[in-house]
Every structure is written in structure tokens, then in C-alpha cells.
């Protein structure tokens, strides 16, 4: 097998480039390249184009290259200096040195130029070199300019651009990932993201098709191969395949043997090892062919010819060892150093980490956990696992002791002395690993000694990470830090501003007044009554990024909320995003205030998701495995009770306290609203062993009397937390919720099931209608 030839000269050399004929060779690649400079009028390989769109050759590229590069240089340093000005140019000049070259210049320049505000509004997170180049300025002391991100056309929040669509417009990796969604594959079953597509339309993952790939590439090399050998050989098709499948299995090695067979023949003397190995298989097999050379003694071998180590011996070369059979002897041995050595050692599977055939002393140990159990803790000297620690070799435990000692002073105590008792006392491994993050360290350090104020203004200066916000709710629940229920309105506040930075300042303007005058104010009113204020926030993040995300979709057609047409209304709320109708809150206000114009109408409210409910039969099904199955979770089961018999939202279940359970003796109550209920059992027993301690982290060392504790310190286990555990044993929580509340309100007079249930009386009559009950009579009922 050889080469094809060159589309372009016809020679039959190693082809390096594309033509509209074919593949060419490197001299052809240089003709192609030929022509007439448009600077020097010389006929010299061209290299590219100047600014005006001719092409040019190499020399005059260099020529110009020189004030070239000086201009871009220096539109770079004016952008800067428009930006921030305190910055000096000699710093600016650096950054410049350090970040870009020719090309990344070139194409920094063009954009600054384009973008003159790009780098105070953003976005400036693309291209690569213009994110790399605003993180080296912040590096060197610059204030004003930081890094924004661009608005995710999708879920309207700023983060790093992932996938651009055809518009321009960018979304992030998340809501990318959502496009582009897992399904099982039709190759192997699992659920991977699909990369291609088989003839029956099916999707295959990117591993089934590069073992597509793979598999037919090897089996037109092993076809090659066996036409090949076909006319040098005296053996058929099927055992030809038979014996290049055995001697190259992979696809590397049929093209090697395919490349060495090009240049040696089956017979020729001083063979390679792959195509001896061939020749020895294939006379095994029973072809006609000479037995290759022993590399050894240059005598032809047999075929018990050895192949151990890239090499053809023959039998008597090899020397075999008649201990172990591996051809390991020397000629005055007569057996291996291995066998050797092993007469005098006692070999076996060790009695501590059972690992086999190992080198065993008196008490049955192998030399890695002799060296372990000799260890010890330069401190407490127990035998633990150790770490080092400033050069000495440490316990998990005593390494904590000495980082505590580090960081919080016990004598005189610190301002952080309220947190060295919990933190002592949690699991040693992972607390040493989050106090040794550098910015956990540094701020533990400061806020102790006094060199930091203890605020919140202070932990909100530090970056958003979740590390800071875990140590945030361990200083408030030590007492360290005091409370601030009104931080979570702040927060969105503050963080709206930079939420709105990439809108145009009209539609900004508009957005900040619906802010102030309608959702911070419902905020408050929320926080005033019991209402869960984070729930609410969280609420309202989510309606300001869809607000978000649908003003730069209008901003991408060069039109704002004033000059927006029915036809951008329309194409948002029939998109097929997550949830288009949450804008419809701002645009009813902005058309209450007159800023949307009154021509455009918008689409009826949302209802809410459809009330599905569960099959009856298939509730009471769930509510026998609850009460029977003691291999689930006791938190899953006391919920699931509450959900399924009780028809319990899931916010009120996880607010449950230790206070709401009571127990009289053998009775034990729950008290969800006004009244108390009893609990049959198994969940008077259940709820009685709640909460459970899973962790021993920092957290967890501090009292709570939530009967749902979360992983936050101070903080219960969030709604949607326990919505997933409880999908993940069958319960569809809103659907099993309402079955069960139907089924009550059938049978309990609405005032009576509100009381006991903790629920709106109005909202317990619209289920009882729903279900078909009649109470309008039961007071006359119960007086006959």
C-alpha cells in the first residue's frame, strides 16, 4: 500500500494540503500561495491582506507591521485612559507587553474601537483576550474597570458567555446545557448528550461514535491487510482474519503492520519484531513460510518461539525459568533473581490492607503498612493517619488544634472566641481544608484581631463564594454577628445595580423605579408578616433576570421597552423558555405607568401550573410503603406522612420546630395549626428520633431546634431540598398534596380541617368544592 498521488503534480510523496482536487504536496501548497503583491508589484508568496483587502507578500508585511503595531498599541492605551484615568501609561504599556501579541493585539484594538464604553459598561468577558486583558488591568490597580459579564439571552442573568447563537446574542452554560439535553444513547444506553445521529435517525454519544469510527477504520485496514497477505500465503480468508486480529487486536497496530509490510517482505532476513510476530502466527496457521531469525543466536526458531520483551527468540535463548516459566534467566543461572529471592521470604496477602502476593514479616504485615503503623503524631503520638503540617508530621485533629491556634486567639479571646469551641469539636479533615482556604484564613484572621469590622458590610465586601456565606452563618449563629433581617432586600438591591448595567439606560431607569415602587415594597410586607422572606427574594432575583433577559432581547433589535412592538411581546411569551409569563408583572406596571405604549396588549395572566392529581389508589399505595418499608430514610418517611395523609405544603413541613412535637405519655401531637393532631404509628416513633445528625461539620455543633435541620448553620432544610428527596422515593409532593386535601375536605368540615391543618379556610372550601362535599347543612345535622 502506498501513497495516493498529489492532485496537483501527480507525484506519489507525503501529501500536507487541500486543493479543490484533492490532497497536494508541500511544493504545491507553495505555487498555490503564488501571486502579485498589491504594495511592491512583485510576484512572491503571498502571507495576507492589508487594509485595504490586497493581498501583500511577506516583506511588506514586515515593512508595515512596525506602525501597525504602534496604533493598536495606542488605541489600546487611549481606551484605557478613558476609562481610568488614574492608571499610568507605563502600567497600561505592561499589561500590554504581557497579554497580547501581534495578532491578540490586533484584535483587542479593533474591539475596544468598535466598543469605545466596553470596558466601564461591559460586557467584557469577550473575546477571550479583551476577559484576559480587564482581569491583568484589576491585577495592576485598576478601580473602575472590572469584569462583566454579558446578559444570558435565556435566564437574563450576567455570566460568562458559553454558546453564541446566530443573532449575536450569547447564552451561559447552564442554559445551554438545557438546549442541549441528555437522552440515552442508542449505542450504549446511557444518558449522554447527543454528538451524532446513526441511519435510523437514533442518538449516539460522542463515545459510540468514535467507537463507530474506530471499528469501521479497522476493519478496512484489517480488509487491506488480508488482500494483502492473500497472494503471499497459502491460507484463506477466515484464517487470515483470525491471525491479524490475534497479532494487532487494535486498530495503531494494523496500520503499523500495514506500513512495515509496504517496506519488508514475509521472507526478507533482519525482519522487524511486528512483522516476525506476523510470520511466526502465520506459520503457526499453517502457511508456507520460513521461520524468522533468532535475534539471539541467528538461528530460525520454532514455534514455541518466544516474543517476551519486543523480541524473537528461540526456545533455547530464552532460558525459561523453572520456577516462574518467564525467560528472565541468565545463561549461568538456574533460576530467575526473582525466584531467588523469594526462597528466603515468607509471601502472601497481607492481614491489614489484604492485598495479595506481598512480602510479609512475623505479624502478617507488608512493608507499606509496616512504615504506616511506625508512624506517629508529633503531638497527641497516636498512630492516625498524619499530614504535614510546617514540617512536622500531624493528625487530622492535631492539625486542626494548631490552625485554630493560628487563626483565633484564645488568650486574651478574640472577637471570633464564640467559634473556636464549635470549630474544635467538628470533624477535623474538612474543617482543617476550609480554614486553610487563603480568603477564609485572611478573614478569619482580621475579623479576630479587630483589623476588620465584624458586619455584614464586611462579609459583603468579600467574594460571593460559599465558603464566605458558610462562615457568614456560623458567626450568626455563635452570636458573633448580629442578625439583619432586612439583608436579603439590600442584597437585591445592591445587586440589581450591577444586574442592570448591560441595559440601556432608559429601559434601566425603568426597571430600577419598578424596583423601588413595586417589589421591595411587597418585600417588606412580606418581612412583616410570615411570609418566608428568602423564598420571596429568591422569587423576586428570578423575575428581575427574566425581566433582564426580555429587555436585551428587545435591545438586540435595536428597540427599548418605550418603542417595543406587539410582535416582540407576542414572540417572548410563545418562546420556549423556562418562564416567559414572569415578565408579565413588570410589563402590567410599565403599562400602568405609561411607559409600555398603550397600543400593545398582552396575553391573560398565568393560572399556575395544571391541578394534577394522584391516583388515589396509588396514594394509599405510597402511604403502605411509608408506614412498612423501614429501609427508608426516617426524614423521607415522617415527610412523605405529613404530605401524603396531611396534605402538607413542603415550606411548612421543613419550618417545623422541636417545639411543634408533644408528647403525653404514649400519645404523641404535631401541631400544625391552631389545634394539635396526633400521630399514629410508625411516625409517633419517626418524628420522636428527629433530627438526625448526619454531619459533623461546624454547623451541626451548634444547638437547633429545627426538626429539618439544613446544611447551614441556623438554617432549615430547604423546600426544594426536600421536594427532590421526596420525587426520588416516588412522591410527586404538589400532586400528592392535593389528592389527600380532596379526600379531607370530603370528609372534615372546612373550618374544622383548617384548624387542624394549619390552612386558609377559603382555601380549604374551594378544595371541598372541588371534591363534591356539602357541608352547608352540617350544623343543622349535628343540632338533629
Given at each position: 500500500?502506498?501513497?495516493?498521488?498529489?492532485?496537483?503534480?501527480?507525484?506519489?510523496?507525503?501529501?500536507?494540503?487541500?486543493?479543490?482536487?484533492?490532497?497536494?504536496?508541500?511544493?504545491?501548497?507553495?505555487?498555490?500561495?503564488?501571486?502579485?503583491?498589491?504594495?511592491?508589484?512583485?510576484?512572491?508568496?503571498?502571507?495576507?491582506?492589508?487594509?485595504?483587502?490586497?493581498?501583500?507578500?511577506?516583506?511588506?508585511?514586515?515593512?508595515?507591521?512596525?506602525?501597525?503595531?504602534?496604533?493598536?498599541?495606542?488605541?489600546?492605551?487611549?481606551?484605557?485612559?478613558?476609562?481610568?484615568?488614574?492608571?499610568?501609561?507605563?502600567?497600561?504599556?505592561?499589561?500590554?507587553?504581557?497579554?497580547?501579541?501581534?495578532?491578540?493585539?490586533?484584535?483587542?484594538?479593533?474591539?475596544?474601537?468598535?466598543?469605545?464604553?466596553?470596558?466601564?459598561?461591559?460586557?467584557?468577558?469577550?473575546?477571550?483576550?479583551?476577559?484576559?486583558?480587564?482581569?491583568?488591568?484589576?491585577?495592576?490597580?485598576?478601580?473602575?474597570?472590572?469584569?462583566?459579564?454579558?446578559?444570558?439571552?435565556?435566564?437574563?442573568?450576567?455570566?460568562?458567555?458559553?454558546?453564541?447563537?446566530?443573532?449575536?446574542?450569547?447564552?451561559?452554560?447552564?442554559?445551554?446545557?438545557?438546549?442541549?439535553?441528555?437522552?440515552?444513547?442508542?449505542?450504549?444506553?446511557?444518558?449522554?448528550?447527543?454528538?451524532?445521529?446513526?441511519?435510523?435517525?437514533?442518538?449516539?454519544?460522542?463515545?459510540?461514535?468514535?467507537?463507530?469510527?474506530?471499528?469501521?477504520?479497522?476493519?478496512?485496514?484489517?480488509?487491506?491487510?488480508?488482500?494483502?497477505?492473500?497472494?503471499?500465503?497459502?491460507?484463506?480468508?477466515?484464517?487470515?482474519?483470525?491471525?491479524?486480529?490475534?497479532?494487532?487486536?487494535?486498530?495503531?497496530?494494523?496500520?503499523?503492520?500495514?506500513?512495515?509490510?509496504?517496506?519488508?517482505?514475509?521472507?526478507?532476513?533482519?525482519?522487524?519484531?511486528?512483522?516476525?510476530?506476523?510470520?511466526?502466527?502465520?506459520?503457526?496457521?499453517?502457511?508456507?513460510?520460513?521461520?524468522?531469525?533468532?535475534?539471539?543466536?541467528?538461528?530460525?526458531?520454532?514455534?514455541?518461539?518466544?516474543?517476551?520483551?519486543?523480541?524473537?527468540?528461540?526456545?533455547?535463548?530464552?532460558?525459561?525459568?523453572?520456577?516462574?516459566?518467564?525467560?528472565?534467566r541468565r545463561e549461568d543461572e538456574r533460576v530467575c533473581g526473582r525466584c531467588r529471592r523469594d526462597a528466603h521470604r515468607r509471601r502472601g496477602r497481607?492481614?491489614?490492607?489484604?492485598?495479595?502476593?506481598?512480602?510479609?514479616?512475623?505479624?502478617?504485615?507488608?512493608?507499606?503498612?509496616?512504615?504506616?503503623?511506625?508512624?506517629?503524631?508529633?503531638?497527641?503520638?497516636?498512630?492516625?493517619?498524619?499530614?504535614?503540617?510546617?514540617?512536622?508530621?500531624?493528625?487530622?485533629?492535631?492539625?486542626?488544634?494548631?490552625?485554630?491556634?493560628?487563626?483565633?486567639?484564645?488568650?486574651?479571646?478574640?472577637?471570633?472566641?464564640?467559634?473556636?469551641?464549635?470549630?474544635?469539636?467538628?470533624?477535623?479533615?474538612?474543617?482543617?481544608?476550609?480554614?486553610?482556604?487563603?480568603?477564609?484564613?485572611?478573614?478569619?484572621?482580621?475579623?479576630?484581631?479587630?483589623?476588620?469590622?465584624?458586619?455584614?458590610?464586611?462579609?459583603?465586601?468579600?467574594?460571593?463564594?460559599?465558603?464566605?456565606?458558610?462562615?457568614?452563618?456560623?458567626?450568626?449563629?455563635?452570636?458573633?454577628?448580629?442578625?439583619?433581617?432586612?439583608?436579603?432586600?439590600?442584597?437585591?438591591?445592591?445587586?440589581?445595580?450591577?444586574?442592570?448595567?448591560?441595559?440601556?439606560?432608559?429601559?434601566?431607569?425603568?426597571?430600577?423605579?419598578?424596583?423601588?415602587?413595586?417589589?421591595?415594597?411587597?418585600?417588606?410586607?412580606?418581612?412583616?408578616?410570615?411570609?418566608?422572606?428568602?423564598?420571596?427574594?429568591?422569587?423576586?432575583?428570578?423575575?428581575?433576570?427574566?425581566?433582564?433577559?426580555?429587555?436585551?432581547?428587545?435591545?438586540?433589535?435595536?428597540?427599548?421597552?418605550?418603542?417595543?412592538?406587539?410582535?416582540?411581546?407576542?414572540?417572548?411569551?410563545?418562546?420556549?423558555?423556562?418562564?416567559?409569563?414572569?415578565?408579565?408583572?413588570?410589563?402590567?406596571?410599565?403599562?400602568?405607568?405609561?411607559?409600555?405604549?398603550?397600543?400593545?396588549?398582552?396575553?391573560?395572566?398565568?393560572?399556575?401550573?395544571?391541578?394534577?392529581?394522584?391516583?388515589?389508589?396509588?396514594?394509599?399505595?405510597?402511604?403502605?410503603?411509608?408506614?412498612?418499608?423501614?429501609?427508608?430514610?426516617?426524614?423521607?418517611?415522617?415527610?412523605?406522612?405529613?404530605?401524603?395523609?396531611?396534605?402538607?405544603?413542603?415550606?411548612?413541613?421543613?419550618?417545623?420546630?422541636?417545639?411543634?412535637?408533644?408528647?403525653?405519655?404514649?400519645?404523641?401531637?404535631?401541631?400544625?395549626?391552631?389545634?394539635?393532631?396526633?400521630?399514629?404509628?410508625?411516625?409517633?416513633?419517626?418524628?420522636?428520633?428527629?433530627?438526625?445528625?448526619?454531619?459533623?461539620?461546624?454547623?451541626?455543633?451548634?444547638?437547633?431546634?429545627?426538626?429539618?435541620?439544613?446544611?447551614?448553620?441556623?438554617?432549615?432544610?430547604?423546600?426544594?431540598?426536600?421536594?427532590?428527596?421526596?420525587?426520588?422515593?416516588?412522591?410527586?409532593?404538589?400532586?400528592?398534596?392535593?389528592?389527600?386535601?380532596?379526600?379531607?375536605?370530603?370528609?372534615?368540615?372546612?373550618?374544622?380541617?383548617?384548624?387542624?391543618?394549619?390552612?386558609?379556610?377559603?382555601?380549604?372550601?374551594?378544595?371541598?368544592?372541588?371534591?363534591?362535599?356539602?357541608?352547608?347543612?352540617?350544623?343543622?345535622?349535628?343540632?338533629?
Open positions: 500500500m502506498s501513497d495516493p498521488p498529489c492532485a496537483g503534480c501527480g507525484r506519489q510523496v507525503t501529501l500536507r494540503g487541500a486543493s479543490l482536487h484533492g490532497r497536494i504536496c508541500t511544493a504545491c501548497v507553495a505555487r498555490a500561495h503564488q501571486g502579485l503583491c498589491a504594495s511592491c508589484g512583485r510576484h512572491r508568496k503571498l502571507v495576507g491582506r492589508n487594509g485595504d483587502g490586497a493581498p501583500w507578500c511577506d516583506a511588506c508585511y514586515r515593512a508595515g507591521g512596525a506602525g501597525r503595531l504602534a496604533a493598536r498599541r495606542r488605541a489600546v492605551i487611549l481606551a484605557v485612559a478613558a476609562a481610568e484615568p488614574a492608571l499610568a501609561e507605563a502600567t497600561v504599556l505592561r499589561v500590554i507587553d504581557q497579554m497580547a501579541d501581534g495578532r491578540r493585539l490586533g484584535q483587542l484594538a479593533d474591539h475596544l474601537l468598535a466598543n469605545p464604553g466596553v470596558l466601564v459598561i461591559g460586557p467584557n468577558s469577550r473575546p477571550p483576550v479583551l476577559d484576559r486583558f480587564v482581569g491583568a488591568l484589576v491585577a495592576a490597580g485598576a478601580e473602575t474597570i472590572t469584569s462583566i459579564h454579558p446578559t444570558c439571552r435565556e435566564c437574563g442573568r450576567t455570566r460568562p458567555a458559553h454558546h453564541q447563537l446566530p443573532g449575536g446574542a450569547t447564552i451561559c452554560s447552564a442554559c445551554y446545557a438545557r438546549r442541549t439535553s441528555a437522552r440515552p444513547c442508542g449505542g450504549c444506553g446511557r444518558r449522554r448528550r447527543p454528538y451524532a445521529r446513526d441511519e435510523a435517525g437514533h442518538p449516539r454519544c460522542r463515545s459510540c461514535t468514535d467507537r463507530a469510527r474506530a471499528e469501521v477504520e479497522q476493519a478496512e485496514a484489517l480488509e487491506q491487510l488480508t488482500s494483502v497477505l492473500t497472494g503471499q500465503v497459502s491460507l484463506d480468508h477466515a484464517q487470515l482474519t483470525g491471525v491479524l486480529t490475534a497479532v494487532a487486536p487494535r486498530g495503531h497496530d494494523l496500520r503499523t503492520l500495514a506500513r512495515l509490510l509496504d517496506e519488508h517482505r514475509l521472507t526478507d532476513p533482519g525482519l522487524p519484531f511486528v512483522v516476525a510476530r506476523l510470520v511466526i502466527a502465520l506459520r503457526v496457521a499453517g502457511a508456507d513460510l520460513p521461520f524468522p531469525p533468532c535475534q539471539s543466536c541467528q538461528q530460525p526458531c520454532g514455534s514455541d518461539a518466544s516474543v517476551y520483551g519486543a523480541r524473537v527468540r528461540c526456545r533455547t535463548c530464552v532460558r525459561h525459568c523453572p520456577g516462574c516459566a518467564r525467560p528472565a497481607c492481614a491489614t490492607c489484604a492485598q495479595p502476593d506481598r512480602v510479609l514479616d512475623d505479624r502478617g504485615l507488608c512493608r507499606g503498612c509496616r512504615e504506616r503503623a511506625a508512624r506517629r503524631c508529633a503531638d497527641c503520638h497516636q498512630n492516625r493517619p498524619l499530614t504535614a503540617v510546617a514540617g512536622q508530621q500531624l493528625c487530622d485533629r492535631c492539625a486542626l488544634v494548631r490552625t485554630v491556634d493560628g487563626l483565633l486567639v484564645d488568650h486574651p479571646p478574640g472577637a471570633l472566641h464564640a467559634l473556636r469551641a464549635p470549630i474544635l469539636a467538628a470533624e477535623p479533615m474538612t474543617t482543617g481544608r476550609w480554614l486553610r482556604r487563603p480568603t477564609i484564613t485572611a478573614l478569619l484572621a482580621a475579623l479576630d484581631s479587630g483589623r476588620l469590622p465584624l458586619t455584614h458590610a464586611t462579609m459583603d465586601a468579600q467574594p460571593p463564594t460559599r465558603a464566605i456565606e458558610h462562615l457568614r452563618d456560623l458567626l450568626l449563629a455563635s452570636g458573633a454577628l448580629a442578625p439583619d433581617p432586612d439583608r436579603p432586600i439590600d442584597r437585591l438591591q445592591h445587586d440589581s445595580d450591577q444586574m442592570l448595567a448591560a441595559l440601556d439606560v432608559n429601559d434601566a431607569r425603568v426597571v430600577r423605579s419598578w424596583l423601588r415602587w413595586q417589589v421591595l415594597p411587597r418585600l417588606r410586607h412580606h418581612h412583616e408578616g410570615t411570609v418566608d422572606l428568602g423564598a420571596a427574594v429568591a422569587n423576586a432575583r428570578r423575575t428581575l433576570r427574566s425581566v433582564i433577559a426580555f429587555l436585551a432581547t428587545i435591545e438586540a433589535t435595536h428597540r427599548t421597552l418605550a418603542s417595543v412592538h406587539q410582535g416582540d411581546i407576542d414572540s417572548w411569551f410563545a418562546s420556549l423558555r423556562a418562564r416567559p409569563h414572569q415578565v408579565r408583572p413588570f410589563l402590567t406596571w410599565a403599562r400602568r405607568t405609561r411607559v409600555l405604549p398603550p397600543a400593545i396588549i398582552l396575553p391573560p395572566a398565568f393560572s399556575g401550573r395544571g391541578d394534577l392529581r394522584t391516583d388515589p389508589e396509588h396514594r394509599w399505595t405510597i402511604a403502605r410503603r411509608l408506614v412498612r418499608d423501614d429501609d427508608l430514610d426516617p426524614l423521607d418517611r415522617v415527610a412523605g406522612a405529613l404530605v401524603v395523609l396531611y396534605a402538607q405544603p413542603l415550606v411548612r413541613i421543613c419550618a417545623l420546630t422541636t417545639d411543634d412535637i408533644a408528647t403525653d405519655g404514649d400519645i404523641v401531637t404535631v401541631r400544625l395549626g391552631g389545634d394539635r393532631l396526633e400521630l399514629p404509628e410508625p411516625f409517633a416513633t419517626l418524628i420522636q428520633s428527629l433530627p438526625l445528625r448526619r454531619r459533623q461539620g461546624v454547623a451541626e455543633q451548634f444547638p437547633g431546634d429545627w426538626l429539618f435541620p439544613g446544611q447551614r448553620a441556623g438554617r432549615h432544610l430547604a423546600a426544594t431540598s426536600l421536594g427532590r428527596r421526596l420525587r426520588t422515593i416516588g412522591i410527586e409532593p404538589r400532586r400528592t398534596r392535593l389528592a389527600a386535601l380532596d379526600q379531607l375536605s370530603a370528609e372534615i368540615p372546612p373550618a374544622m380541617l383548617a384548624g387542624v391543618l394549619g390552612l386558609k379556610t377559603s382555601h380549604v372550601v374551594r378544595h371541598t368544592t372541588y371534591a363534591g362535599g356539602d357541608w352547608g347543612r352540617y350544623a343543622a345535622d349535628r343540632a338533629t
